[in-house]
């Protein structure tokens, strides 16, 4: 079993930013993809970025490309999205992801390959 917590939502204004980060423990975190995903009132939850078990890869969707950055610290068992210029459509509740048994270098973007998930963080984004 993996456990994922999720932290640092919030409510922030329109250009803001914000740092999510996602603990895991459980098991051996390089021995994981992670990923972010997103849902919106009234929305499906939809992929938001997601970075290899080595963290040499990272793929993101279109909509956040440019503005947000995932990175993982393999040492502190953490991956981190950070989220720059920020827009009212951002807000959503965040969820944290965990995929187990692929490649060094494989980047998951769908949501079925996703083992584990975090309880997720509700990000807010004000205009």
């Known amino acids: 079993q993996v456990q994922l917590v999720e932290s640092g939502g919030g409510l922030v204004q329109a250009g803001g930013s914000l740092r999510l980060s996602c603990a895991a423990s459980?098991?051996?975190?390089?021995?994981?993809?992670m990923g972010w995903f997103r849902q919106a009132p009234g929305k499906e939850r939809e992929f938001v970025t997601a970075?290899?078990?080595?963290?040499?890869?990272?793929y993101y969707a279109d909509s956040v490309k440019g503005r947000f950055t995932i990175s993982r610290d393999n040492a502190k068992n953490t991956v981190y999205l950070q989220m720059n210029s920020l827009k009212p459509e951002d807000t959503a509740v965040y969820y944290c992801?965990?995929?187990?048994?692929?490649?060094?270098?494989?980047?998951?973007?769908?949501?079925?390959?996703?083992?584990?998930w975090g309880q997720g963080t509700q990000v807010t984004v004000s205009s």
């Open positions: 992801a965990a995929a187990l048994g692929y490649g060094l270098g494989y980047v998951p973007s769908l949501q079925y390959v996703y083992d584990y």
């Open positions: 459980g098991r051996t975190f390089s021995g994981l993809a």
């Open positions: 970075i290899s078990r080595s963290g040499g890869n990272t």
